[in-house]
């Protein structure tokens, strides 16, 4: 399948419109309707209705393909002229917001080499290892000791685990929990918590605790830790977080923690390799 034509015929199905498609890719509105009746040719089906501009069914099977078959296309790309390129002399580094810890920083002590850092979301930093828009990559979240973390599935970039440490709930001021050895999150079902990118988010705690609840009381959109720990200190909702972010009380039940991973290309070498030398 033409990575071309699909790369359009997903354009065209999020923009809902063949005119906007074609000016978000620089075509005329003729070629992308032209590469849209050809993808559709070649696969024997209708994939688009025109008015409104809508998925089909097989459309919408084509579209839950259409991200990993682009991004293994842009992975693939990416290690070749890689494959081909000189020795490196910039590094570029994406990481969770959680993910970059003290030793993660020292070792990008890289000499002769510049360093560029961007944050991003969890589920971003795989995608952008995977397709070369970053050397390197550090993500966080929650998992059992030892356990590798959940990450999605953009081509396979290698993970090796760099950190792991207890977790603890953080608390407003006076709360009456907030004198206890330790807490189980399943006891906190009932309780408001925040929604953020920094923290772990409500699906993933009713996930961990096997329980419903854990409503969210309050959205936060940035990745600004203090702003975190300062909604939670004024009684906008319980987060978790890493114990040597912030004090709390620690979770006890399940036995979770909280794991950083190292995302590479298979066969790094280089900087690449001499970072994870370093945080081995």
Known sequence: MDP???????????????????E??????SAVSQQ?????ADLGL????????????AGERLLEHAGPLL???RAARADVLRAAAGPIE????????????????????????TVTLRTAGRESVAEQVASGTADLGFVDGIAAPSD????????????????EEELVVILPGGHPLSGRRGLALADLADALWLQAPAAVSVERLREVAGVGGFRVGFRYDGEDLHTV???????????????????????????????VEMLHRPLASGPVGAVAERLG
């Open 148 to 163: 590798p973390l959940r990450l999605p599935d953009v081509g396979s970039p290698a993970g090796v685990g760099v950190a």
């Open 90 to 113: 910039r590094l570029t580094v994406v990481a969770s917001p959680l993910a970059f810890t003290p030793a993660v920083a020292r070792s990008l002590l890289l000499e002769r080499l």
């Open 71 to 73: 991004l293994r296309h």
């Open 46 to 57: 209708a994939l688009l209705h025109r008015r409104p501009v809508t998925p089909t069914p």
């Open 36 to 40: 849209i009746a050809t993808l559709e």
């Open 24 to 29: 978000e890719l620089g075509y005329t509105q």
């Open 229 to 259: 720990l300062n909604l939670a200190a004024a009684g906008h909702g319980l987060t978790l977080l890493p114990s040597s972010v912030a004090a709390g009380v620690p979770l006890t039940a399940p036995r979770v923690v909280h794991r």
């Open 4 to 22: 071309h034509l699909l790369r359009t015929f997903v354009t065209v199905a999020h923009r809902r419109s063949f005119s906007a498609a074609a």
